[in-house]
């Protein structure tokens, strides 16, 4: 789970959240990015938690270009996301797809652990 003043955020696939790799904190932009492995086809939900912080916020989220709206938090408490409104009653789920070079990224996981 990544963790930054206060706010918290995690990836969750097949019910198991999925650990992250090369967890990097930019601190002048308030920013922690990192890497996660995946598997082609599988869906996935994005999860995000205010400890505490008495911080209105607003999550956007970004996936291959598009902007997907978050929630609100109005100073505490938790949201996800699993998907993508495709209509007012509709919604296609998050579902990881094969990129170009995720196979030699996976190569690189799975010798790291």
């Known amino acids: 789970m990544l963790t930054h003043r206060g706010f918290s955020a995690w ?4 019910g198991q959240q999925i650990h992250e790799y090369l967890v990097a904190v930019d601190k002048k ?3 922690v990015s990192c890497w996660i492995p995946s598997e082609a086809g599988k869906t996935f939900s994005i999860h995000w938690k205010d400890a505490g912080t008495n911080v209105h916020s607003c999550t956007f989220i970004t996936l291959d270009g598009f902007v997907v709206p978050g929630r ?14 495709t ?11 094969q990129s170009q070079n995720s196979g030699d ?9």
Do not use: Q
């Not at 990836?11 to 097949?14: A, K």
């Not at 609100?72 to 409104?85: K, Q």
């Open 11 to 14: 990836i969750v696939s097949e």
């Open 72 to 85: 609100f938090l109005f100073g505490e408490g938790s949201a996800s996301r699993d998907g993508i409104r």
């Open 87 to 97: 209509g007012p009653s509709t919604e296609r789920p998050f579902v990881f797809a």
């Open 29 to 31: 932009a308030n920013r």
């Open 105 to 113: 990224l996976y190569k690189v996981m799975r010798t790291a652990v």
